[in-house]
């Protein structure tokens, strides 16, 4: 676990780059939801089929390509990890960063669609105990 703790301006220094690196992990997620969803039809649309056809397994390379979007995703979510910030949500993207305010540990928050980081809130409250960021 990392304990790194951040200031007001170096969440916000990293925003660019996390939106960046949501977007992408956005678009794996979606991407994967479709070639799911394209994988169940296709599995029962070959149960309806008659029995006794033969050949190797017709979904291999579909559950193949799940697998990968799978762990392309879990990379994306392991360097927000490893970056010391805590991904809460894919869709919208919500991000917290530990920090300490007037000597209480907190966690600044961003959602996406937000500017800039501009709220924080306690470790237990969420996000409906947001408060604004002394000086944001």
Avoid at 1 to 19: D, G, S, V, Y
Avoid at 30 to 39: C, I, P, R, V
Avoid at 98 to 127: M, N, S
């Amino acid at each position: 676990m990392n304990n790194r703790r951040f200031t007001l301006e170096e969440a916000n220094a990293m925003l660019p780059r996390l939106r960046e690196d949501l977007a992408k992990l956005q678009e794996l997620v979606k991407q994967f939801e479709g070639l799911y969803q394209e994988l169940k039809q296709a599995k029962a649309e070959y149960l309806l089929q008659p029995a006794g056809q033969e050949g190797g397994d017709p979904f291999f390379e579909m559950e193949g390509r799940l697998d990968f979007l799978r762990i392309e995703a879990e990379l994306f979510i392991e360097n927000f990890t490893r970056q010391g910030v805590l991904l809460k949500m894919i869709k919208p993207g919500l991000i917290d960063f530990p920090a300490v305010v007037d000597g209480e540990e907190v966690l600044i928050c961003w959602k996406e669609g937000e500017e800039r980081i501009t709220h924080y809130h306690g470790w237990h409250d969420g996000f409906a105990g947001r408060k604004p960021f002394p000086d944001a």
